[in-house]
């Protein structure tokens, strides 16, 4: 089966500095996404990506945010400035973006751990 | 009131016995639905989608009321293995943004 890929699987820093996190959507697929999910709570939407802008974003996603495709595989999701509470899991996903096939495929996820 | 609700449970049952979620969902523009299935610090993972007619893949079962906007899984002859937390998503007419219940976590007992 086709899989979304994460790097990396971990990520600790520093509150205040920039980190990027990374993912290889499933190659056919045309709608990205990135989710995040705070220990305990639940998936909460970020944003969503189609032909190579901004679909939809979410309140949570701010000025600290932004995503990229740099090239035809890479979807990155940048934090400039991080604070304590951007501490979650974020995942990945993507669908092929046809109204007949709607089913979200998510990545592993990278933890994200802001000291 | 929340876009998309759930029992948070937890729901303990027996091996063997049949156990039932439902999943409540605010906008009547709703038009697809679907159930994942999430397993400690793991990603969600596709369990089925929700037709209006209603779908069944094994012990599995789903169901969509529009009428009275709610979705239900139900789960016939539990294992352990099914012990996760099951979450609902939503998309809504108009957009390709999928919303999220906070999951109803099972646990299923030996």
């Known amino acids: 089966e086709p899989e979304v890929t994460q790097t990396p699987s971990h990520q600790v820093t520093q509150m205040g500095q920039e980190v990027i996190l990374r993912c290889v959507p499933i190659?056919?697929?045309?709608?990205f996404y990135w989710y995040r999910q705070i220990l305990g709570q639940k998936v909460e939407f970020l944003v969503s990506?189609?032909?190579?802008?901004?679909?939809?974003k979410s309140e949570i996603f701010d000025d600290q945010f932004s995503v990229e495709r740099p090239d035809g595989s890479n979807f990155t999701l940048k934090i400039r400035s991080t604070k304590l509470e951007d501490s979650a899991m974020y995942f990945c996903a993507s669908i092929v973006g046809d109204l007949t096939n709607e089913k979200l495929f998510f990545g592993s996820g990278t933890q994200l751990s802001v000291l | 009131r929340k876009e998309v609700e759930q029992d948070p449970g937890p729901f303990n049952v027996p091996e063997g016995a049949t156990v039932a979620f439902n999943c409540t969902y605010s906008?009547?523009?709703?038009?697809?639905f679907f159930w994942y299935r999430q397993d400690c610090r793991k990603e969600p993972k596709l369990l089925m989608s929700v037709y209006s007619s209603g779908n069944e893949d094994g012990r599995f079962t789903a169901q969509l009321n529009r009428a009275s906007q709610y979705i239900s899984l139900l789960i016939r002859d539990s294992k352990l293995s099914d012990s996760a937390t099951y979450l609902c998503a939503v998309i809504n007419s108009g957009t390709y943004k999928y919303i999220f219940g906070t999951g109803t976590r099972l646990k299923v007992l030996a």
């Open positions: 990506f189609y032909n190579n802008e901004i679909s939809e």
């Open positions: 906008n009547s523009a709703s038009q697809s």
């Open positions: 190659s056919n697929h045309l709608y």
